[in-house]
């Protein structure tokens, strides 16, 4: 499948700005190559796009803001569900709970490249799945509304029998992103994950530091 979602102007919805999901239908595919650019959304009730089950989507150019900075698990981009080979870019997001989530339950090669997040409530960009590239990412004040916080958050994925702290996630890697904390902020990149074979290099961090934190 193929479409693109262009430049809508989209305020206070009571749910998602914009959601791409796939039919709860065993026998649907999941949803392929679709582009969504250039759209602005205020104040959404959960995140402002969020994808689900999906395969090759581009969300790029898109501005998404929250004023008042609710304290709730969404994003202003979030990525769940198998979601693989996504792309969230050059997007600017402020005053969300988190400027972009990749949910434990995401799928493998996403990227998150040159975003602009402002004044997140929690985490500037969360990071639950393996195999994800954060690069070239500006981060300023997270942790408006919970502490501690972090500009950018690498943690576990899905709590199993054998994993009762979350599974590891591994293999990602976070790289020449510019972290600004002027406010608020505990940590600029903050590893509460046990993974292994992550990178974290080439960022530049101003006013916090470099934790990891053992669980």
């Known amino acids: 499948s193929y479409g693109q979602i262009v430049n809508n102007n989209i305020i206070n919805p009571d749910n998602h700005g914009i959601s791409l999901t796939k039919i709860d239908d065993e026998n649907e595919p999941q949803g392929n190559d679709i582009q969504i650019i250039g ?5 959404p009730g959960a995140s402002g796009i969020n994808v689900s ?16 900075t609710p304290d709730v698990g969404y994003a202003g981009v979030r990525f769940s569900n198998a979601t693989t080979r996504c792309v969230a870019g050059n997007n600017a997001i402020q ?13 493998a090669y996403n990227t998150i490249d040159g975003n602009v997040i402002n004044d997140s409530g929690r ?3 969360l990071i639950e799945a393996s195999y994800q590239l954060v690069t070239d990412n500006t981060v300023i004040d997270s942790g408006k509304v919970t502490n501690p916080s972090a500009g950018i958050e690498l943690a ?8 009762p702290n979350g599974t590891p996630t591994q293999l990602v890697q976070i790289q ?10 505990d940590y600029g990149v903050k590893v509460s994950s046990t993974g292994h074979r992550n ?17």
Do not use: D
């Open 95 to 107: 005053g969300m709970p988190r400027g972009i989530f990749v949910v434990s339950t995401a799928g």
């Open 199 to 215: 990178v974290i290099t080439g960022n530049s961090i101003t006013t916090t530091s470099i934790l990891v934190e053992p669980i």
């Open 39 to 43: 759209n602005s959304i205020k104040n």
């Open 176 to 185: 020449n992103n510019q972290i600004i904390g002027t406010n608020s902020m």
């Open 53 to 68: 089950q999906q395969n090759n989507v581009t969300v790029t150019g898109n501005s998404v803001r929250h004023t008042s």
């Open 123 to 125: 985490q500037g960009i």
């Open 156 to 163: 576990n994925s899905l709590v199993t029998e054998e994993y």
